[in-house]
């Protein structure tokens, strides 16, 4: 066959600081998608149809879990934060990897903020102390409210935390230093 190639761009737009202040709501939902999410592909309808789950619900983000873990949101990647270790599931098949979630990785590491990639159970998703959503489009967005009961406890309870905050302002740096730094063409 022959290939056809296809290409379309859209400015980028990032949450307004006022949703960054607040958080954004989200929901869970059982991830009912084929086993091979890790597979990039225009197939996407069971993504479309969980997203659609969460505007329906007045929320950002679906959040999934199958069979008691946390995967990832409908069309994001989702960290939690215990006790101020930030805790992400392993890429698996259950996970399309995501350029951010990468990158997130690598700052936390590289600035020594605890780390934990391994499974992450439902009980400790709804005990979390923070709870992030990470994208292109998003960045390092909080979820502060999940399915209509705030995050987090003590002062934080329902706002965004400040492991949130240092991840994305470790975020944006890397952006302004890295991602939109000049590149030096030869001459």
């Known amino acids: 066959m022959k290939p056809t190639v296809f290409m379309m761009s859209n400015p980028l737009t990032t949450p307004p600081p006022e949703q960054r202040e607040r958080g954004v709501a989200a929901i869970t939902v059982a991830d009912n998608r084929w086993l091979r999410c890790d597979i990039k592909s225009v197939s996407l309808l069971a993504n479309c149809l969980l997203r659609q789950s969460a505007v329906d619900a007045d929320a950002a983000e679906t959040v999934l879990l199958r069979d008691g873990l946390l995967t990832e949101g409908s069309a994001s990647n989702i960290f939690v934060v215990k006790n101020g270790v930030i805790i992400t599931p392993p890429k698996t098949n259950f996970i399309l990897p995501g350029i951010t979630y990468d990158v997130v990785i690598e700052l936390a590491r ?68 890295v991602m939109r730094a000049p590149v030096d063409v030869p001459a």
């Open 110 to 177: 590289a600035n020594r903020l605890p780390l934990e990639i391994r499974q992450v159970s439902e009980a400790e998703v709804r005990d979390a102390d923070e709870l992030w959503l990470t994208s292109s489009t998003k960045e390092v967005l909080s979820i502060s409210m999940l399915d209509g009961k705030p995050v987090g406890h003590g002062e934080n309870t329902g706002k965004p935390g400040p492991a949130a905050a240092r991840m994305y302002q470790l975020y944006q740096d890397y952006k302004r230093t």
